[in-house]
């Protein structure tokens, strides 16, 4: 345990993955009746490295984007949260920047995503040799940077040298079917990575996904808690989250709201998290604390955009009645 919360107390961390652009329609307006929509910065590992930042962290991602003015509108946006964007390299030819547009509901929620030809999925291993990762504390990386190569073998090799370094692994599973050939070879290499690392999380399904079956996510998580994570969460929506860590079981409620969309939440999550333990706060509270930023999230608009700051999450939970009971 001491490794990892180490690593996380440096309150510096790289992240490996997607940039995107997000479009997003009017609170409560379908796509078919939208006359305008909004633009801002998405993408898993971009939105927690966003999330970091304005919580206090330091983050510096490292990706793909375009060479275009979609790709610049990326860089500009990280740049505009405090990203580091040393380790962005832009892609020319026909690979584009993933496209994010969904609906600001609940009910009846779509969302499509645009990935054909997606640039941060052509991240090599020179763009990971690249990273001094003496300089940071941990790495994390989102699911989805193992959907295709070369950024599958890259990501593989960060790990590498992350652990190299010294530094320890944090894997949110973010497991979306469309990125990748088929569900036995999403299982197989997401299995793997979780294999890998030292704090793992996850919801229901993803846990229940790579163990074969919903039914046995749970069994799958306190496997992985008991063999090679040191630290694993089992998020179970309005349930709340199970956390495995030293033999150790943590129940946690949720922070009530009223949801404007449910996109974003899971990145939040894992910024509130990381950056609770950052700042000394034991397992529970910074798992209340992740709740609460995914709360805040999921009732504003956009996902960038509406990732807390400081004084927003403080406000947030001192005028909130407070989580449910786990």
Not at 36 to 51: F, H
Not at 174 to 185: G, K
Not at 226 to 235: G, H, Q, R
Not at 314 to 320: E, P, V
């Amino acid at each position: 345990m001491s490794a990892l919360l180490d690593g996380i107390k440096a309150n510096n961390f790289v992240v490996v993955g997607r940039a995107g652009i997000d479009l997003y329609t009017d609170p409560g307006v379908a796509t078919e009746d939208a006359e305008t929509v909004t633009v801002g910065l998405g993408g898993s590992s971009a939105n927690i490295a966003v999330g970091i930042c304005k919580l206090g962290g330091q983050a510096s991602l490292v990706t793909r984007v375009s060479d275009d003015s979609i790709g610049s509108y990326c860089l500009g946006q990280l740049k505009r949260y405090g990203v580091g964007t040393e380790y962005v390299t832009p892609v020319g030819g026909e690979y584009r920047n993933s496209l994010a547009f969904y609906e600001s509901r609940v009910a009846g929620h779509r969302n499509v995503i645009y990935r054909n030809g997606a640039a941060d999925f052509q991240m090599d291993a020179a763009d990971v040799a690249a990273v001094d990762y003496a300089k940071f504390g941990a790495l994390i990386t989102a699911g989805t940077v193992f959907a295709a190569e070369p950024s599958r073998s890259a990501t593989f090799a960060a790990f590498a040298r992350a652990k190299a370094a010294g530094l320890p692994i944090i894997f949110d599973v973010d497991y979306r079917p469309y990125s990748w050939p088929s569900p036995q070879v999403a299982e197989e290499i997401l299995s793997r990575a979780a294999a890998q690392s030292d704090m793992i999380v996850g919801n229901d399904e993803e846990f229940g996904f790579m163990a074969g079956g919903i039914d046995k996510g749970l069994d799958k998580a306190r496997a992985l808690a008991a063999s090679t994570a040191t630290i694993v969460v089992y998020k179970m929506g309005e349930k709340g989250a199970i956390t495995f860590a030293d033999g150790a079981e943590i129940h946690t409620g949720i922070w009530p709201v009223d949801a404007l969309k449910p996109t974003g939440a899971g990145d939040s999550f894992m910024a509130g998290l990381v950056t609770g333990l950052a700042e000394g706060q034991d397992l529970r509270d910074a798992i209340l604390r992740g709740s609460a930023c995914a709360s805040v999230t999921v009732s504003r608009p956009g996902c960038a955009p509406a990732m807390a700051d400081t004084a927003t999450l403080t406000k947030f939970m001192a005028d909130h009645p407070g989580p449910t009971d786990a």
